[in-house]
């Protein structure tokens, strides 16, 4: 899913594109995207785009009239800008918004229709999509920690929960917590002032880290690698592989279809995390240290 490096990617990309540009026509394939009747679809052409605003990992688009796009990608959802009145290519192929030099194409890989587009009228409709967490880029150090101990929850979880941190989600919290070398299972009401200031530095230098690397990477054209997963990742899906600090292997916690990735000997003092499937099915053989895990593999 696109994080907030990767909507501030998208953002940049799409600002000397459409910015003050009229959105001529609106193209669209899939009868599941739009999730509003109200105002209806056909009253944003013609309109200028005004402004651009990210809401967690939701893209805003505002126009003239005080009308709000707003574009959540979800898990599969790529944007991709294309020459004037591109054609509708493949299953994949969501929506199109014309504009004069352009057009966003909006596609959706698989066959889960997860991608939603909402239409609001003024601000205070556009505030219904908000999940009300905080801008981590715009924070302090104060303000983070109140955010992040309303619920005595795990790192990972607090990281990840929209309502409390905005636009952070499972690649970019596994590399800011190897960052900031701190179990994901740690709970937030158990961190000394030195691990939170060690967390909030590395919440920050990791997203500007990456927002800069995403830019560099696009050199001015419009991004079209949005991926959870890069080679220059510290941990996220890069399991088995060694760590890029100390050179142990990663180690994974899967739930669901989301995996959890961390190098045991940087963020747990070489304690393995138990994996909900694996740690059922070996019980008691289920390894707790590296040493563990090194004796069962020479079994």
């Not at 795990?154 to 701190?182: C, W």
């Not at 158990?190 to 880290?209: G, I, M």
């Not at 949005?226 to 941990?235: D, L, R």
């Amino acid at each position: 899913m696109p994080e907030l490096p990767d909507i501030a990617a998208y953002i940049e990309a799409l600002q000397p594109r459409i910015l003050g540009q009229p959105l001529e026509h609106i193209r669209i394939a899939s009868a599941f995207l739009l999730r509003t009747a109200q105002p209806p679809i056909s009253a944003l052409e013609g309109r200028t785009v005004r402004e651009l605003r990210r809401i967690g990992k939701r893209i805003a688009f505002g126009f003239d009239g005080d009308l709000w796009l707003v574009l959540h990608l979800m898990i599969a959802g790529r944007l991709h800008w294309r020459a004037p009145g591109a054609r509708l290519a493949g299953r994949n192929s969501l929506a199109a918004f014309d504009f004069p030099h352009g057009s966003l194409v909006l596609t959706e890989a698989g066959s889960k229709r997860r991608a939603s587009l909402f239409l609001f009228s003024g601000e205070e409709a556009l505030h219904s999509v908000d999940p009300g967490g905080i801008d981590v880029m715009g924070s302090d150090l104060p303000a983070f920690r109140a955010a992040l101990t309303a619920e005595n929850r795990t790192l990972k979880r607090a990281l990840t929960d929209p309502r409390l941190v905005s636009g952070i989600g499972n690649a970019y919290s596994d590399e800011i917590l190897h960052a900031a070398q701190l179990s994901p299972v740690t709970l937030t009401h158990r961190l000394t002032d030195a691990e939170w200031q060690r967390l909030f530095d590395a919440t920050h230098q990791t997203l500007q880290l990456w927002i800069d690397r995403l830019r560099a990477e696009a050199g001015g054209a419009f991004p079209e690698k949005v991926t959870a997963f890069h080679p220059e990742m510290a941990v996220h899906g890069r399991y088995g592989q060694p760590c890029l600090r100390c050179g142990e292997k990663i180690q994974r916690i899967r739930y669901a279809d989301n995996e959890t990735d961390y190098c045991p000997r940087c963020q747990t003092g070489g304690k393995l995390l138990a994996d909900r499937g694996l740690s059922r099915l070996l019980r008691e053989d289920w390894p707790r240290t590296l040493d563990e895990l090194e004796a069962l593999k020479r079994r």
